[in-house]
C-alpha cells in the first residue's frame, strides 16, 4: 500500500501568517495516463470532510485562493497564504493514483 | 442542491450486521463512481470500499474484504453497504462520498452515520 506521510502533525499559526503542510507518499503518484491524483481536503471541527484540492494544484469551486497546492512525485504540499479563523481544522492529503486509496494521518491547524 | 445523506447507522454486538445506505440527489447519480470512507473517533480517514458508476466493478479495502459488500441502485438514486461480521474496529462514522471520475479525488462527502460495534 501506499503511506503517505504528512508534516506536521499540528501547526499552530497566528491569523494572518502563512501556512504549508507537507505531504510525501511511498512511491510515485504519477498515473499511468499521466495524471497525479492527489487531493487535499478540509475538515473543520464537528464537520465531515470537503475537497479544497484535487490533482496536485486544481482548487475546488468556492474555496479561496489562498489556499494553493503544489509539487509532484512523491512530494506535495497545501499553502494557506494567510489563515483565517474559518481554517481552522484538520487537513488530510489523499492519493487516487494506486489502489487502495490511502490517506495521510492529518495535520491539525489551530489559531496560536 | 448536491446531497448524501447517510442513514442506517447504529449499535450492533459483534459478530452482527448492519445495512447502511445513502441516498443522493442534485446530480447524475449514475455517472458518479461511489465509496464509503470510514473514520473512527479522533482517527484519521480510512477508504473503506468503492462501486463504479454503473455499480459492474466494486473494490474493498483489506480490512473489510469477506465481510463487507457495496451495491447501488441506479433507479432509486441509493447506494448501499452490508456489513457483516462486524468487529469492535469497525465502529466508526461511515461517510458516503461521490466521484465524478474512477474513484481518484471523492468530490462529494455525505455527513456520515455512526456505527458502533459493542
Known amino acids: 500500500d501506499v503511506v503517505m506521510t504528512q508534516s506536521p502533525l499540528s501547526l499552530p499559526v497566528t491569523l494572518g501568517q502563512p501556512a504549508s503542510i507537507s505531504c510525501r507518499s511511498s512511491?510515485?503518484?504519477?498515473?499511468?495516463?499521466?495524471?497525479?491524483?492527489l487531493n487535499w481536503f478540509q475538515q473543520r471541527p464537528g464537520q465531515s470532510p470537503r475537497r479544497l484540492i484535487y490533482?496536485?494544484?486544481n482548487r475546488d469551486s468556492g474555496v479561496p485562493d489562498r489556499f494553493s497546492g503544489s509539487g509532484s512525485g512523491t512530494d506535495f504540499t497545501l499553502k494557506i497564504s494567510r489563515v483565517e479563523a474559518e481554517d481552522v481544522g484538520v487537513y488530510y492529503c489523499?492519493?487516487?493514483?494506486?489502489?487502495?486509496?490511502?490517506f495521510g494521518g492529518g495535520t491539525r491547524v489551530d489559531i496560536k | 442542491e448536491v446531497q448524501l445523506v447517510e442513514s442506517g447507522g447504529g449499535l450492533v454486538q459483534p459478530g452482527g450486521s448492519l445495512r447502511l445506505s445513502c441516498a443522493a440527489s442534485?446530480?447524475?447519480?449514475?455517472?458518479?463512481?461511489m465509496a464509503w470512507v470510514r473514520q473512527a473517533s479522533g482517527k484519521g480517514l480510512e477508504w473503506v470500499s468503492g462501486?463504479?458508476?454503473?455499480?459492474?466493478?466494486?473494490y474493498y479495502a483489506d480490512s473489510v474484504k469477506g465481510r463487507f459488500t457495496i451495491s447501488r441502485d441506479n433507479s432509486k438514486n441509493t447506494l448501499y453497504l452490508q456489513m457483516n461480521s462486524l468487529r469492535a474496529e469497525d465502529t466508526a462514522i461511515y461517510y458516503c462520498?461521490?466521484?465524478?471520475?474512477?474513484?481518484?479525488?471523492?468530490?462529494?462527502w455525505g455527513h456520515g452515520t455512526v456505527v458502533t460495534v459493542s
Open positions: 462501486i463504479s458508476g454503473s455499480g459492474g466493478n466494486t
Open positions: 442534485g446530480f447524475i447519480f449514475s455517472r458518479y463512481a
Open positions: 489523499m492519493q487516487g493514483t494506486h489502489w487502495p486509496l490511502t
Open positions: 490533482k496536485v494544484s
Open positions: 512511491q510515485s503518484l504519477v498515473h499511468s495516463d499521466g495524471s497525479t491524483w
Open positions: 462520498v461521490g466521484d465524478y471520475g474512477d474513484l481518484e479525488a471523492f468530490d462529494i
